[in-house]
């Protein structure tokens, strides 16, 4: 299968999307891919659907205000897209299970920086911008150090969260040199996002502290989404995304039957991975491009191109150079947001902003960090087995979930 130009193919099927159709075919055409692909016409954002030009722009199509009330539920994960749930649960030993019995590495996923770099998120902005200097190096590395250490036996894995943004040492960097990619966040979002970060941990992820806290564990989930459904994602919760690293990858189908039988799938394809931080530490969220997805786009991303036509993008040559050193995972272009928001280090986003989108059908992966369930004491009238606390899933596999749904939430004991 990686001998066949699935990415030329997908190009030009992208530019044939593209071609404007004839007026008086608009209708008739829009109406019977959403017969054939059951798009629900009563939600579309335009009720005349002569305003699509053409196959593009219905792919890309707004709903209609109020469609897609948002969970209200402050501690609630919302679906950041509409779609149906293939795969979620505990990462465990570094694994995220692809289907039963098949996993793929968090590290092949999300990449792993190996320079030796100390970035934002390994000292907390607020303190930052409080004390106007940042802490010293040598504090720093002392810091991660521990973490890397902490989440070792609290996971199991031979990698850590801190890994994934300073990485190994003493290694070639399998990355392009970082760019800054901000645009300015918006108010109302750095607000609300600030106002969140409060109320818990996520002013730094819980394991670069040294300080108590609650436990807790990564969690994952996997959402589809088909040629029929809404295209835009939105963001789950109220986060900061500190940074954003670009795989060019292959572009295979992500259909639940190539999920089935691709080994590996998510970490073959290209994909933009944004990392980031929520209230409960770590937050990371992934669409992953497919075969004849036009592009993948992030609205707050100012340099972002993916499946370029014309020329090659960063992505493109950071996997050839990590080709030719034998690497076993692709390389990827990164770029940072710092310049967002002084204060948060990164680009603010609130529950149910819009973030981009897809041509065509993809899929995104969430992975988070959330709170463990605790025992009750028995102060606390416990009984056998019986816990507090701790991330709730809402979903079932195979479930259909729209856009502003609850997958879960943190049970705050």
Known sequence: MSTLPLKAVSRIWGRFNELQIPYYLRVPGFKLYSWIFGVNLQEVGENDLHVYPNLASFFYRTLKPGVRPLDPRHTALLSPADGRVLQFGMIEHGEVEQVKGMTYSLEALLGSDSSKTVHAIQSTPTDTAVSGKAPPKEVLDEETIKADQEFANMNGISYTLPNLFSGPQNQQSSKAASIDASTKSKSASEVEVRADLALGDGSKSSFFSSSPKIPTALHYIVIYLAPGDYHRFHSPTSWVVEKRRHFAGELYSVSPYLQRTLPGLFTLNERVVLLGRWRWGFFSYTPVGATNVGSIRINFDSELRTNSLTTDTAADRAAEEAAERGEPYSGFAEATYAQASKILGGH?????????????????????????????????GWEDGEVKGGWRWNVQKGQRVKYGEALGWVEEP
């Open 348 to 380: 603010a986003l609130r529950r149910g902003e819009e973030m981009g989108g897809f041509q065509l059908g993809s899929s995104i992966v969430l992975v988070f960090e959330a709170p463990t369930a605790q025992r009750k004491s028995f102060d606390e």
